[in-house]
């Protein structure tokens, strides 16, 4: 696939973006499994030790200091119950705010946990039965900000037991001020590989909407994402 000269810093952008969440993302799932190899035991429960849950936490502020674009990070947990022993939940989940990195402020008792069951969201079961990093979205999140976000997950594994999931938050909005300068009067529109409409430099093309690819091009596409021009301004 020939990609137009003057789309070139569009697709390079756009190879950042996905390329530092993700590594940065796979980076956190292993640290998160470093930090409870540094714990004795073998034991999952080892995730309510506090010790091990500060170690986790200051390994997601690092992440969210060192990665640009990045809105938010975290660790979401769900072990499933037994004949002995209750399901439980664990989500640590920090964002950036203009005076620093701060926790997401939730009631994450484990009854609010059960009612947020991340088994329910696809960043969460896509990951885990993927077995490899993934991009979900764009989507509204409603748990944490409330806008189109995309979110990268990675599976985290302990003694080969998958027990949740590294993700890393990044707001449209951000994609967007990263694309807009590299605008030259082309009419673009990125969307994720179900065609849900990511950017588009073309106001009849909304975010969240799906594209239809009458009269819209495939210039660019990588195994998370498409880049479209659009011959004609559609029906």
């Known amino acids: 696939m020939n990609v137009p000269a003057t789309l070139i810093p ?4 756009i190879d950042d973006i996905i390329s530092t969440t993700i590594e940065a993302t796979i980076a956190l799932a292993g640290q998160v499994e470093a930090a409870l190899g540094e714990f004795q035991g073998d034991d999952h429960k080892l995730l309510l030790d506090p010790a091990v849950k500060r170690s986790i936490q200051e390994h997601i502020k ?35 705010k203009a005076d620093g990195v701060k926790k997401v402020n939730l009631d994450l008792d484990q009854a609010t946990q059960q009612r947020l069951d991340f088994r329910t969201f696809e960043w969460f079961k896509d990951a885990q039965e993927n077995g490899k990093a993934y991009i979900h979205g764009p989507y509204v999140d409603y748990v944490c900000n409330t806008s189109y976000t995309l979110t990268s997950a990675m599976p985290v594994y302990f003694h080969q037991r998958f027990i949740g999931v590294a993700a890393i938050d990044v707001l449209v909005s951000e994609v967007e001020e ?7 009067n082309h009419k673009v529109v990125l969307t994720n590989l179900d065609q849900r409409i990511i950017f588009s430099t073309y106001p009849k093309y909304r975010v969240g909407e799906l594209l239809n690819a009458a009269g819209a091009v495939e210039v660019y596409k990588t195994e998370y994402c498409t880049l479209y021009e659009l011959i004609k301004n559609g029906p």
Do not use: M, Q, V
Not at 10 to 13: E, H, M, P
Not at 178 to 184: A, C, G, K, R, W
């Open 62 to 96: 690092e992440t969210l200091n060192l990665t640009p674009y990045c809105s938010g990070s975290g660790f979401a947990s769900h072990i499933a119950g037994s004949h002995d022993e209750k399901e439980y939940w664990l989500l640590e989940w920090w964002y950036k």
């Open 10 to 13: 569009f697709t390079r952008k």
């Open 178 to 184: 990263e694309l807009l300068p590299l605008f030259n």
